[in-house]
C-alpha cells in the first residue's frame, strides 16, 4: 500500500533546530512537498524537492534522497510563530496527483 | 488579492441534504485540488482536475462528485450528506499548491 510516515509531535526550544523526517512508499514518486499549517488555517508551502539533495530557503531547509525514500524538512533558530504542523507530501503523477502524510505537530517552548 | 477563494467559510446541514462548495482561483493554475482534513489528521484526496475538462477520483471520492466549470472553477457536490463527511473541506490549485482558507462544514 501508499504511505508516508512522519512523526506525529516534535517539541523544542526557542532558537533550536528541528529535523522532521519524511518516509514514504508510493505508487509513484515525482517529487516531496513540506507544507506548513497553523492552527484554524490553512496549509502554505515551504519547499519542492523533486531531485536529491538539500535547498534551502531562509531558515528552513528540505532534503531529499529518492535511493532512501525519504526526505526530511530542517527548521533552524526556531522562533515561536514556527510552532505548527507541518506536512510532507508525495507528488504521485505526472498531473500533479498529491498523497499527504498526518503531519507533524511542531511546538516550540520559550 | 491574487489566491483560492472557497465559498460558504461555514456551513451546517442535516444528514441527507445536499450542497455544493464553490471555489475559484486566479492564478491561470491548470491543476484543482478538493482535500478534506479531519481533527489530527493530514489533507486526503477527495477529487482533482489536471485541466479544464479533466476530473479524477482521489483517495476518498465516495459521497462526492465534482464539475471543473471552467479553468478558474472547481466546485464540490455532496448530494446527500451524512455525519461522516463532517470536516474541513480545502480546495487547491497548484504548482506549487496553493490552497484556499477552507470550508467548515458540520452534518448533523
Known amino acids: 500500500g501508499q504511505s508516508l510516515e512522519q512523526p506525529s509531535e516534535v517539541t523544542a526550544v526557542e532558537g533550536a533546530i528541528v529535523q522532521i523526517n519524511c518516509t514514504y512508499q508510493?505508487?509513484?514518486?515525482?517529487?516531496l512537498s513540506w507544507y506548513q499549517q497553523h492552527d484554524g488555517g490553512a496549509p502554505t508551502f515551504l519547499s519542492y524537492?523533486?531531485?536529491?539533495g538539500l535547498e534551502e530557503t531562509g531558515r528552513f531547509s528540505s532534503f531529499l534522497s529518492r535511493s532512501d525514500s525519504y526526505g526530511y524538512l530542517l527548521l533552524q533558530e526556531l522562533q515561536m510563530k514556527d510552532s505548527a504542523s507541518y506536512f510532507c507530501?508525495?507528488?504521485?503523477?505526472?498531473?500533479?496527483?498529491?498523497?499527504f502524510g498526518a503531519g507533524t505537530q511542531v511546538v516550540v517552548t520559550p | 488579492n491574487a489566491g483560492v477563494t472557497q465559498t460558504p467559510k461555514f456551513q451546517v446541514l442535516k444528514t441527507g441534504q445536499s450542497m455544493t462548495l464553490q471555489c475559484a482561483q486566479d492564478?491561470?493554475?491548470?491543476?484543482m485540488y478538493w482535500y478534506r482534513q479531519d481533527p489530527g489528521m493530514g489533507l486526503r484526496l477527495i477529487y482533482y482536475?489536471?485541466?479544464?475538462?479533466?476530473?479524477d477520483k482521489g483517495e476518498v471520492p465516495n459521497g462526492y462528485n465534482v464539475s471543473r466549470l471552467n479553468k478558474r472553477e472547481f466546485s464540490l457536490r455532496l448530494e446527500s450528506a451524512a455525519p461522516s463527511q463532517t470536516s474541513v473541506y480545502f480546495c487547491?490549485?497548484?504548482?506549487?499548491?496553493?490552497f484556499g482558507d477552507g470550508t467548515r462544514l458540520s452534518i448533523l
Open positions: 487547491a490549485s497548484s504548482e506549487p499548491q496553493h
Open positions: 508510493t505508487s509513484g514518486f515525482y517529487g
Open positions: 524537492n523533486a531531485l536529491d
Open positions: 507530501a508525495v507528488r504521485t503523477d505526472s498531473w500533479g496527483k498529491f498523497q
Open positions: 492564478m491561470n493554475h491548470n491543476s
Open positions: 482536475s489536471a485541466s479544464e475538462g479533466t476530473t
